[in-house]
């Protein structure tokens, strides 16, 4: 399942819909407009199975973070492009199933994605 955080801008959510990305958002369709804490989120996701989880937070890329239940995208290209980065990394190769992408720490931007992965000491890169 795929999740967006609450900071993810309307406008580029009605584009993902426009596009038929299935997707739950929360404070609308899951968990509580106040859930702004990182934990509260963190526990959602540990407790449920395999969601890969979007957001605008730069605070989760962190090493530590990575979780085999979950998978972690922070998006940090301009606001207006949003929607395009999740298509476009939901299309990538590398990370095009859940399988490929559970256990992830990840960071998108205009020049690539950044990663910290389970059993992995070093971050990883790659270009578009």
């Given at each position: 399942m795929i999740v967006l955080d609450h900071n993810i801008p309307e406008d580029e959510v009605e584009k993902l819909r426009q596009k038929r990305v299935r997707f739950r958002q929360i404070g609308h369709e899951i968990g509580r407009p106040e859930w702004d804490d990182q934990q509260e989120i963190l526990r959602y996701l540990h407790n449920a199975k395999q969601m890969t989880f979007f957001t605008r937070d730069l605070g989760?890329?962190?090493?530590r973070l990575?979780?085999?239940?979950y998978c972690l995208v922070i998006i940090?290209?301009?606001?207006?492009e949003t929607a395009s980065f999740i298509r476009r990394f939901l299309r990538h190769p590398k990370f095009k199933t859940k399988e490929t992408r559970m256990g992830c720490?990840?960071?998108?931007?205009?020049?690539?994605?950044a990663w910290w992965e389970i059993k992995r000491d070093r971050q990883q890169n790659i270009f578009w």
């Open positions: 989760f890329f962190r090493p990575c979780h085999l239940n940090t290209g301009p606001v207006q720490v990840l960071r998108l931007s205009s020049a690539g994605i």
